[in-house]
């Protein structure tokens, strides 16, 4: 095999760091006319001594974390702050749960009117508001894009004219000069609203910290941010200590990028777009070929990826093309001769170009196509080891907090606890432990307004606040009011059920659920606030039977119109997540609260795929999430009935959307049921706990619902 060309580092290194120090100092001084400032200058000081005080004198504070135009996954967060508790999450808001437009960079209007409707309703209201601070680094992020337009220039200077990175859209971004202006206009305002730029990295490692059964520890908690891309660079480490964090290290790169490495990969060759692409092809790769030693991808492909000293990560520019055009030819001949031609852009979602585990039997390329995905998979998961590997080697730790997007690389992130197991702390660290991990509930950039405000709240010397249970606090719960006006059409047919505010009113309506999905429904929950981040938890969810084997088929094909390569997630209470699926040690901080969120995969023992075939994946995985009483009483409910109807107390959970956003309000609920003719009912909770049942009416409607809902009646007499 003929060595591969290297090449490391930009072509033109001195003009892209005289770029990058020149725009960096313009654009301080002119976004702070324009109302923007540094989280370290005069004015963000200014607001922290005043919030600073204001806690010391037993006032009550709010901050608000604003994910800003031109940076994917907009939205609002609101943090309510005390001397005695710390900071407590109000809401964080994504504007695409609102708008229906996924991962969106518009303007966060409707995220931001529900934040105001959720002050209002606290007897507040903007005017209460101590703080908005931003998710970004402005200053910092748009020269360090001048930085990367130059670094390969001329080619680079295309970068300038077109999409960079998921991240970026550089024409929305020109909104953020005029967002004070806006601000301070829609809310009444007769001037600007002042805007306090927050680090990227810092927010996402705050957030994530603060948020984990670590932030109490006596020892060092090492703290990885692995991401698409930051404001300075793309993975950023650091180290918790006595309450503080301090970062060790920053790669001051956009594409020495784990995340940038997946994301073009998988699009260019799974066919679909940026942010749609990942998820599917981390499940693709369960289908290929996931042995390093038989791959026949993998030993040529990881020269892609240059592991370094010192923990680095940097892209071979010799195979790799994308830190010049990484829409249009992402690859240089090398990578092509490996991988074949990446997909154009105008080829992705085309059915023809698409990857589809349904077509291994009958396309010659499907089975070289999986096996590409899992020799990328394979890549990027070394990348990862060999980054973690320098950290707790640096940081002498066992704790690891791993957010970014990157951590949402589920499979991934089994892999460190795998790898970091007592052998290696043996000979890394000469001690008898293990990796002990937490990955946040929202670890990717809806996360990081929570990281802003929560990080700001700090620096003004308020405490660290609870760590987080669960992930529901996306919008307002619905009312019944909004419920009932959502009900009311020709082509919906709907009951009222019962009321979940008591305890027997919960396990009737928890019963019934099970009842339907015991005898193959397939239905969906809708109740309170909506979960934030990309996993639906059991308020925005679609649930179904475990243990049919044709459950799979049946929701991709007739619920949710998706691809077969996307696995379907096992939601159980603990005792059954113990029983059927192999949890680590190193994930069982705070009762193995990391498996709460769906970030975390986890091998099934011998006897699950027999049980509960439709939650296990083709490689022998299950992406659980555990359900706790306490934080989602009906849930955990449903889950004991199942238990005592089809004999496991574990449910399919997959987000109750159909090629969009998660469903927010209760008009996107019933256009959900409209789409999806394979949904058999939808189970909506109001805000006073009654309970409705929805399913299609007038000539589409089964039968199956009023069925089942007439013999259960029936059997409870």
């Known amino acids: 095999m003929r060595k591969p060309d290297i090449r490391t580092g930009p072509r033109h290194p001195h003009l892209a760091a005289a770029g990058y120090e020149i725009t960096r100092r313009l654009s301080e001084s002119a976004l702070a006319k324009r109302g923007l400032h540094k989280a370290n200058g005069a004015f963000a000081q200014r607001t922290i001594a005043s919030i600073r005080e204001k806690l010391q004198r037993g006032e009550t504070v709010y901050i608000a974390g604003l994910a800003c135009p031109g940076t994917h996954n907009t939205g609002v967060a609101l943090v309510e702050i005390t001397q005695k508790d710390g900071p407590r999450l109000i809401v964080n808001n994504e504007e695409e749960r609102f708008s229906g437009n996924k991962h969106t960079n518009e303007f966060p209007q409707h995220a931001l009117d529900d934040m105001r409707k959720v002050l209002q309703r606290m007897g507040r209201d903007i005017g209460d508001i101590a703080a908005f601070v931003t998710t970004w680094d402005y200053p910092a992020l748009l020269a360090m894009l001048i930085r990367t337009s130059l670094e390969e220039a001329p080619a680079s200077l295309k970068l300038l004219r077109a999409p960079i990175a998921p991240a970026i859209n550089l024409r929305q971004l020109d909104q953020v000069r005029r967002l004070s202006h806006r601000l301070g206009r829609m809310y009444g305002l007769d001037k600007q609203l002042p805007l306090i730029c927050m680090p990227h990295h810092d927010n996402h490692a705050w957030y994530s910290f603060t948020a984990s059964p670590f932030a109490d520890a006596r020892e060092r908690v090492a703290i990885a941010v692995l991401d698409g891309t930051g404001d300075v660079g793309s993975i950023s480490l650091y180290v918790a200590e006595n309450g503080e964090m301090k970062q060790l290290?920053?790669?001051?790169?956009?594409?020495?990028?784990?995340?940038?490495?997946?994301?073009?990969?998988?699009?260019?060759?799974?066919?679909?777009?940026?942010?749609?692409?990942?998820?599917?092809?981390?499940?693709?790769?369960?289908?290929?070929?996931?042995?390093?030693?038989?791959?026949?991808?993998?030993?040529?492909?990881?020269?892609?990826?240059?592991?370094?000293?010192?923990?680095?990560?940097?892209?071979?520019?010799?195979?790799?093309?994308?830190?010049?055009?990484?829409?249009?030819?992402?690859?240089?001949?090398?990578?092509?001769?490996?991988?074949?031609?990446?997909?154009?852009?105008?080829?992705?979602?085309?059915?023809?170009?698409?990857?589809?585990?349904?077509?291994?039997?009958?396309?010659?390329?499907?089975?070289?196509?999986?096996?590409?995905?899992?020799?990328?998979?394979?890549?990027?998961?070394?990348?990862?080891?060999?980054?973690?590997?320098?950290?707790?080697?640096?940081?002498?730790?066992?704790?690891?907090?791993?957010?970014?997007?990157?951590?949402?690389?589920?499979?991934?992130?089994?892999?460190?606890?795998?790898?970091?197991?007592?052998?290696?702390?043996?000979?890394?660290?000469?001690?008898?432990?293990?990796?002990?991990?937490?990955?946040?509930?929202?670890?990717?950039?809806?996360?990081?307004?929570?990281?802003?405000?929560?990080?700001?709240?700090?620096?003004?010397?308020?405490?660290?606040?609870?760590?987080?249970?669960?992930?529901?606090?996306?919008?307002?719960?619905?009312?019944?009011?909004?419920?009932?006006?959502?009900?009311?059409?020709?082509?919906?047919?709907?009951?009222?059920?019962?009321?979940?505010?008591?305890?027997?009113?919960?396990?009737?309506?928890?019963?019934l659920m099970a009842s339907m999905v015991?005898?193959?429904?397939?239905?969906?929950?809708?109740?309170?606030?909506?979960?934030?981040?990309?996993?639906?938890?059991?308020?925005?969810?679609?649930?179904?039977?475990?243990?049919?084997?044709?459950?799979?088929?049946?929701?991709?094909?007739?619920?949710?119109?998706?691809?077969?390569?996307r696995p379907l997630a096992p939601m159980a209470t603990l005792q059954a997540a113990r029983d059927y699926f192999e949890l680590e040690d190193g994930a069982s901080d705070a009762d193995y609260n990391a498996y709460n969120y769906m970030v975390l995969t986890a091998h099934s023992k011998p006897e699950a795929r027999a049980k509960i075939p439709a939650v296990v994946h083709a490689d022998g995985t299950g992406r659980v999430q555990i359900v706790r009483e306490a934080d989602d009483p009906l849930t955990y409910a449903y889950l004991k009935a199942l238990g005592r109807h089809i004999g496991v107390e574990m449910s399919v959970n997959t987000s109750f959307n159909v090629a969009g956003p998660i469903a927010q309000t209760p008009a996107q609920a019933m256009n959900t049921l409209r789409r999806s003719k394979g949904l058999d009912a939808v189970v909506l909770v109001a805000d006073d706990g009654t309970a409705y049942a929805a399913w299609h009416g007038g000539e589409r409607d089964s039968g199956r619902f009023s069925g089942w809902y007439a013999a259960w009646k029936q059997a409870r007499g």
């Not at 784990?258 to 060759?269: D, E, H, R």
């Not at 509930?441 to 003004?460: E, Q, R, Y």
């Not at 005898?519 to 639906?536: N, W």
């Open 249 to 511: 290290y920053c790669n001051e790169s956009l594409f020495d990028s784990l995340g940038a490495f997946y994301t073009v990969i998988s699009s260019s060759q799974g066919g679909w777009t940026w942010l749609s692409s990942e998820g599917r092809y981390m499940g693709a790769a369960a289908w290929g070929d996931m042995n390093r030693a038989t791959n026949p991808y993998y030993q040529r492909l990881k020269a892609v990826l240059q592991l370094g000293p010192n923990g680095s990560v940097q892209l071979n520019r010799a195979m790799a093309n994308w830190y010049a055009d990484p829409a249009d030819n992402p690859y240089r001949q090398p990578l092509i001769d490996i991988l074949g031609p990446p997909l154009r852009p105008d080829q992705l979602w085309n059915p023809d170009a698409v990857l589809r585990v349904e077509d291994i039997n009958h396309r010659p390329d499907t089975k070289d196509r999986v096996d590409k995905a899992a020799a990328t998979q394979l890549v990027f998961e070394d990348a990862m080891i060999h980054v973690i590997d320098h950290l707790l080697r640096t940081t002498g730790t066992d704790r690891l907090v791993l957010t970014g997007g990157v951590a949402l690389n589920a499979l991934g992130n089994m892999r460190l606890l795998e790898h970091f197991d007592e052998a290696w702390f043996e000979r890394a660290q000469q001690r008898k432990t293990r990796l002990h991990m937490w990955v946040p509930p929202v670890p990717g950039d809806p996360g990081v307004p929570i990281g802003a405000a929560w990080l700001f709240a700090h620096m003004a010397g308020a405490p660290r606040g609870a760590p987080l249970s669960h992930a529901f606090y996306c919008g307002l719960p619905p009312s019944n009011a909004g419920i009932t006006a959502a009900l009311q059409a020709d082509d919906i047919a709907s009951t009222e059920i019962g009321n979940v505010a008591t305890s027997e009113g919960r396990d009737a309506v928890a019963d």
């Open 518 to 565: 015991a005898q193959g429904g397939v239905i969906a929950i809708y109740q309170g606030a909506a979960e934030t981040g990309p996993r639906a938890l059991g308020h925005r969810s679609i649930l179904a039977n475990p243990c049919d084997p044709e459950v799979r088929e049946r929701l991709n094909e007739r619920v949710k119109y998706r691809e077969a390569i």
